[in-house]
């Protein structure tokens, strides 16, 4: 079992790193930011850089002419979702909801896995969503209006962007199943 590890310094640091190599075009500044990167995922056992070493292979880099190997980005993050790290539990919903990123869509594990992130680690926009596919949802015992209730007051309580609109409009105004989302990564920027 690996030993659970905060954001380090060293993560954000190679980040900056590779953001400022790309931007100025310096394949040595990337190259460092990417170095200090994987030595933070697998040297230092640091979950959060591991996650942005997932990112980082899923999109690839154009000017270190790194091709994006989406399997291999989903297998770095179905390890941290064994983990239980939260921006794992969350990305990885979120292409389970959309059927994207190399994955097939799944609602009712997408849904187990945005109530983990809530219950495991307070993540009010995990919260939000779980509030909406229950509440949209027409599989059998997802409905249930006293943990949506939970779920979409923990939301607003933290100001989730759109929760207490959506609230409002569909949980106490009683509209049911009349949001048809498409791309939950697409309406959950325009909430």
Known sequence: ?????????????????????????????????????LKGAFDLNDF???????????????LMGHQPQVRVANE???????????????????Y????????????????NLFEESFAAHGNANAAFIAAVIRNESLVPGTKDKQRI?????????NKVKGASEYQAQHIDGGH????????????LVSQ
């Open 1 to 37: 079992m690996a030993q659970f590890s905060v954001a380090s310094p060293l993560t954000d640091g190679a980040l900056r790193l590779i953001q400022i190599g790309n931007e100025i075009g310096s394949r040595d500044v990337v190259l460092r930011g990417q170095s200090l990167l």
């Open 76 to 94: 770095m993050l179905i390890k941290l979702v064994r983990q239980s790290h939260d921006p794992a539990l969350y990305e990885y919903a979120l």
């Open 96 to 111: 389970l909801l959309d059927g994207d990123g190399g994955f097939v869509k799944n609602d009712f594990l997408a849904l």
């Open 176 to 187: 049911w199943r009349n949001l048809d989302v498409k791309n939950w990564r697409g309406w």
């Open 149 to 157: 209730g939970e779920l979409i007051t923990f939301a607003v309580l």
């Open 48 to 62: 959060d850089a591991a996650y942005e070493t997932s990112k980082q292979i899923r999109q690839g880099n154009t």
